[in-house]
């Protein structure tokens, strides 16, 4: 069974930045892809940013790209999220998700995994 704990996240002025990190327990993770997925109040959860297994191919939103890295050490089974440029419309809870496949998943239904979440508030 694979457990994800997300860290890093808190209060942030606009314009500021935010590493998110996504520690896995397991030791198969590092075959999994995995992803960032946020939900701001009142709307869907969002897929952020979402990386491959080996971290050779990620994908970002177009809300976000430019201004956020994914990225993941599969030595420490951890995912990171970089944010920078930090707007008020990023607001959001944002949680971690690790899929069984090896490829990028761009799709919430096919991630089998998901932590607890982690608020996110930048203030304007």
């Known amino acids: 069974q694979t457990q994800l704990v997300e860290s890093g996240g808190g209060l942030v002025q606009a314009g500021g930045s935010r590493r998110l990190s996504c520690a896995a327990s397991?030791?198969?993770?590092?075959?999994?892809?995995a992803g960032w997925v946020r939900q701001a109040p009142g709307k869907e959860r969002e897929i952020v940013s979402a990386?491959?297994?080996?971290?050779?191919?990620?994908v970002y939103a177009d809300s976000v790209k430019g201004r956020f890295t994914i990225s993941r050490n599969n030595a420490k089974n951890t995912v990171y999220l970089q944010m920078n440029n930090l707007k008020p419309e990023d607001t959001a809870v944002y949680y971690c998700a690790a899929s069984r496949s090896i490829v990028v998943v761009t799709t919430r239904n096919a991630y089998d995994y998901w932590g607890q979440g982690t608020q996110v508030t930048v203030s304007s």
């Open positions: 990386i491959s297994w080996s971290g050779g191919n990620t």
């Open positions: 397991g030791r198969t993770f590092s075959t999994y892809a």
